[in-house]
């Protein structure tokens, strides 16, 4: 059963407009969430992190969203550009076993159009 | 500034071959993890080494093996490849402390065709 879900397996979004990328969980332990963008042919990226002690955290054009009262993260990419167009993975972890390994969900292929 | 290198980027192997994925970090990171992504999926972590001289088990495991051949290194061998191993595998690592929570940096992935 997935822990980490990503509904849409994509998003189409005009250039200049925001692109908001969405993540549910179901494990109430997770308390570090993190956002990667992965190109074709590439590894994936690290793009931007939360602590479950925060709800927001910024970073030039990209922010996330944390309400873990509905265990749910969203990215905002405000504005969005053509070099966007990637797959974003939403991932999150808890210490568990003396780890923290992270449990990554399907992601989300995004296509800004000029 | 390499980061995380993996070898070979691609590779088509007969059922029952057996072959190893190489991956060497340069950023004195403590901790390395395999991870796989099939169609669809999401990364799905095979193994991983915490510090040098540890492995564990993560989620898919099975027809899978591990050496941490040191701190820079870690390699991923298939004994008996299966047309289910058809997948691309990633390495990755990420520095501070073992069992820190840190973003991981990937290496850009072995495409491998089991046939």
């Known amino acids: 059963d997935q822990q980490v879900k990503q509904n849409s397996p994509s998003l189409s979004v005009q250039e200049g407009r925001i692109s908001i990328l969405n993540c549910d969980y179901t494990?109430?332990?997770?308390?570090?969430f993190l956002w990667y963008k992965k190109y074709p042919a590439e590894g994936p990226t690290f793009l931007i992190s939360i602590s479950s002690i925060k709800d927001k955290n910024e970073d030039g054009r990209f922010t996330v969203f944390l309400n873990k009262s509905a265990k749910h993260l969203s990215l905002h990419i405000v504005p969005s550009q053509p070099g966007d167009s990637a797959v974003y993975f939403c991932?999150?972890?808890?210490?568990?076993?003396?780890?923290?390994?992270?449990?990554f969900g399907r992601g989300t292929s995004l296509i800004v159009h000029p | 500034n390499a980061g995380v290198t993996q070898t070979p980027k691609f590779q088509v192997l007969k059922t029952g071959q057996s072959m190893t994925l190489q991956c060497a970090q340069d950023?004195?990171?403590?901790?390395m993890y395999w991870y796989r992504q099939d169609p669809g999926m999401g990364l799905r972590l095979i193994y991983y080494s915490a510090s040098e001289g540890t492995t564990d088990k993560g989620e898919v495991p099975n027809g899978y093996n591990v050496s941490r051949l040191n701190k820079r290194e870690f390699s991923l061998r298939l004994e008996s490849a299966a047309p289910s191993q058809t997948s691309v595998y990633f390495c990755?690592?990420?520095?501070?402390?073992?069992?820190?929570?840190?973003?991981?940096?990937f290496g850009d992935g072995t495409r491998l065709s089991i046939l």
């Open positions: 494990n109430s332990m997770f308390d570090y």
């Open positions: 991932a999150a972890s808890t210490l568990s076993g003396g780890s923290y390994i992270p449990t």
């Open positions: 990755a690592s990420h520095g501070g402390r073992p069992y820190s929570n840190q973003p991981q940096h």
């Open positions: 950023m004195n990171h403590n901790s």
